[in-house]
């Protein structure tokens, strides 16, 4: 084996690594789901926020990062209450008023969450309110707060931790919300990415009456163009069905299918050079990981005039998948290029499809089992 080979291997791996999350056990990005209102007498402001009950573990001192249950969670309501008012903060401008302590209730809506509510109330009519969110920064400073206010959406993250609600004044900017939305959700969800990655480790390679063959660029466009489309028609059907609330499977099962996705498509490689049906396969899994958007959707959606936001967010998720396409594709094809058809398939794939199989039935193993 050429030291050229070896180089290009190593580099393969590390490409993986890379595009593995640190740990195959962890979570993606974490987010809570909130929503702002002043009343119709102006004299209250309305506050609510979902946490998942995966996010719970300090809050509620569990000791370990895990899913807090039902019985947990209705247990250490003071201690969420505590956990949760300590870092977000109601200022009524111009004004002293008075905030009730709050309650919390466990719901379920695609997954399962931990729903804190408070009303602030003052003695005269409220201009404005800000709302200073200081949530989980210090354990994910990816987090995002994401905020509905009428119709519209606000994201609070490390760099925009104050929002300010004028009485009266427009809706926020509901399009780039979930356009923003929609693209992040791929693109920090790694469970997507390795599900994408290992779809176009393949797309290079074609197996014919001479054997074994790399594809040309423009084949190679054309078959990740075909399984582009058909897990962008899957996901689309089931993440608008399931945002609308037409259908429902229980969050772990879609979370644990969506790790399943990864580990078939993984041995398949491993056993094909050149998977037959696979757009067939993408489109059924594509169903899944639609449930799994769906997830992260519903919270969002405003009571009226949901197709707008529905259809912005899932546009969001088409960007999100196509950059992730757009960079793995020409160094998928340069290291067949490189390599040959032959080598890539000795070297290359038997190396992408354990690192993907090991992180998808780690990822299976959470989820089914809520380890």
Not at 219 to 228: P, Y
Not at 290 to 315: H, I
Request: glycine share 8%; hydrophobic share 50%; with cysteine.
């Amino acid at each position: 084996m050429s030291w050229r080979t070896l180089t290009l291997a190593w580099g393969f791996m590390l490409f993986m690594l890379v595009a593995l999350p640190s740990s195959a056990m962890a979570h993606q990005s974490s987010y809570t789901y909130g929503s702002l209102a002043i009343s119709d007498s102006g004299r209250e402001v309305h506050y609510e926020v979902r946490l998942s009950s995966n996010d719970l573990f300090e809050a509620l001192k569990l000791g370990e990062d895990r899913d807090a249950t039902d019985a947990e969670i209705v247990a250490g309501e003071q201690d969420l209450r505590t956990y949760v008012f300590n870092r977000v903060h109601l200022v009524v401008l111009g004004q002293a008023c008075a905030q009730d302590p709050g309650t919390v209730k466990v719901v379920n809506d695609g997954q399962r969450f931990a729903q804190v509510q408070t009303t602030v109330r003052c003695s005269s009519a409220i201009s404005s309110v800000e709302l200073v969110y200081d949530l989980f920064f210090d354990l994910d400073e990816r987090h995002e707060g994401l905020l509905r206010v009428g119709a519209g959406l606000v994201q609070l993250t490390n760099a925009r931790r104050r929002y300010v609600h004028t009485r009266g004044s427009p809706a926020p900017e509901t399009r780039l919300g979930f356009l923003r939305s929609g693209a992040l959700h791929v693109l920090y969800g790694p469970d997507h990415i390795l599900f994408l990655l290992s779809l176009l480790v393949v797309i290079g390679l074609r197996l014919d009456a001479n054997g074994l063959r790399a594809r040309t660029i423009r084949e190679s466009l054309r078959g990740a163009a075909g399984i582009v489309t058909a897990f962008t028609i899957g996901h689309s059907m089931t993440l608008v069905m399931a945002a609308l609330g037409w259908i429902s499977l229980p969050n772990r099962f879609v979370e644990s299918m969506i790790a399943a996705s990864i580990v078939y498509v993984a041995v398949e490689n491993a056993l094909r050079p050149d998977p037959p049906r696979r757009a067939l396969v993408t489109l059924l899994f594509g169903f899944m990981h639609g449930l799994g958007f769906a997830s992260m959707l519903r919270p969002l959606l405003p009571a009226e005039d949901v197709v707008l936001p529905l259809l912005v967010f899932n546009l969001g998720v088409e960007v999100g998948q196509l950059a992730i396409v757009a960079i793995a594709l020409p160094i998928l094809w340069g290291a067949i290029a490189m390599l040959g058809a032959s080598r890539y398939r000795r070297i290359i794939i038997p190396i992408t499809s354990v690192l993907l199989a090991i992180a998808g039935t780690l990822w299976f193993a959470e989820r089914a089992l809520a380890l």
